[in-house]
């Protein structure tokens, strides 16, 4: 635990929420906010009795419209320009920092996303302030917590940097309500950057499924599956059954199993299903960092010592070529 004097000792905790000015970075696709945005809002609450949200992109202002009844916004600030459709860094950074100064905001907060991984740090750098990421928790307005090693440890940092640039771990702080609120719109400042990054195509995996990231029920396939042809074969009807995201673990990414975007864990996507069923999977600590917040899992492993039974609420020992297809058909009969 790293201190350092602050302001804050000499004010009583409800003089301080009003002097905090919390910044929700708000990301959207194709009109849509993402769910581990709303997890940036409840955040935001924690440390003010009202948050603004910033979202920017072609659309900006008619999804800053819809937005407007997110429970504890008070307002939206929007920028409408294409060129922060695709979320591309260079050009988010310098948006962030003049809308930031401008507003004066001492709280920035956003998901810890792959948008905010690559956008926030450099924001940081621009606002010469120390990034905090992917926090579970907030003690007080500079009091953090986050886990570290993989989520071995638990730190609890204190800043006392005047602005603070913050991830915020989705599954660590259940979304608002999206009705009730009343956030008035304003538009935003747009340095219109100009960028040497020029955003060329995507090849996005299309799916029917549930988004990992939110689904209440995931079933993943490890190593053990042993091939792609066999991830193929065995996960999806298992997922359908269920109807269940589909995740993976990173031996099953690197041996070319199941697509990276479906990886779970410390390099991969954090989830905190209803249910997490997973079969093949030994139970690594960078595994478990991404998924030991579900609130069931269960497991299926021939190896009785595997460490992933030391986590698991419910085990299975056996060949999963065995019992997954037998486990597809009883929840299909059901
Ligand atoms: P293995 O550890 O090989 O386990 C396979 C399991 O399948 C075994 O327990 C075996 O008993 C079981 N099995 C085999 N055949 C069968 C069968 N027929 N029936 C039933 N069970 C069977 N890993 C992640 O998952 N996510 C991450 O984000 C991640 N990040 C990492 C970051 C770093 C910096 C490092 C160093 C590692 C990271 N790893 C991550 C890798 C991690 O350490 C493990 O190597 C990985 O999780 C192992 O994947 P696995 O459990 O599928 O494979």
């Excluded at 939206?76 to 260079?90: R, T």
């Excluded at 990034?131 to 993989?150: G, H, K, L, M, N």
């Excluded at 991404?290 to 986590?311: C, H, L, R, T, W």
Aim: with cysteine; charged share 20%; aromatic share 4%.
């Amino acid at each position: 635990r790293t201190t350092h004097p602050t302001l804050a000792l000499s004010h009583s905790q409800s003089s301080l929420t009003r002097l905090l000015s919390t910044l929700a970075i708000l990301e959207q696709k194709d009109g849509q906010l993402s769910q581990s945005s709303l997890s940036a809002v409840s955040a935001g609450l924690k440390l003010s009795d009202s948050v603004t949200g910033f979202i920017a992109g072609s659309d900006a202002k008619s999804v800053a419209e819809s937005s407007s009844k997110i429970s504890g916004l008070s307002k939206i600030i929007y920028v409408s320009n294409a060129a922060y459709d695709k979320g591309l860094p260079e050009n988010w950074a310098p948006l962030l920092q003049q809308n930031i100064e401008k507003g004066g905001y001492t709280h920035i907060l956003a998901p810890h996303s792959a948008f905010a991984k690559s956008t926030i740090p450099r924001l940081a750098a621009l606002l010469d302030t120390q990034q905090i990421s992917d926090i579970t928790a907030i003690e007080s307005e500079d009091t953090f917590v986050r886990p570290i090693y993989a989520g071995n440890a638990i730190l609890t940092c204190q800043s006392s940097d005047t602005t603070k640039c913050i991830t915020v771990r989705g599954t660590a702080f259940p979304p608002p309500e999206t009705s009730g609120g009343n956030a008035s719109l304003e538009e935003g400042v747009d340095p219109n950057a100009s960028c040497p990054t020029t955003w060329v195509s995507e090849d996005l995996q299309k799916s029917d499924r549930p988004d990992l990231g939110s689904a209440e029920k995931v079933v993943s396939g490890g190593r053990g599956l042993k091939s792609k042809e066999e991830f193929d074969r065995l996960m999806p009807p298992l997922a359908d059954a269920l109807g269940a995201a589909i995740g993976a673990s990173r031996a099953a990414v690197d041996s070319g199993f199941a697509d990276n975007s479906l990886q779970v864990g410390q390099t991969g996507k954090n989830v905190a299903p209803q249910l997490y069923l997973c079969a093949g999977i030994s139970g690594a600590i960078q595994h478990l960092a991404g998924m030991k917040d579900s609130k069931v899992i269960a497991a299926i492993n021939k190896d009785p010592e595997a460490p992933i039974f030391q986590v698991a609420d419910v085990g299975l020992v056996g060949d999963l070529f065995e019992k997954v297809p037998e486990l597809t058909e009883k929840l299909k009969a059901q």
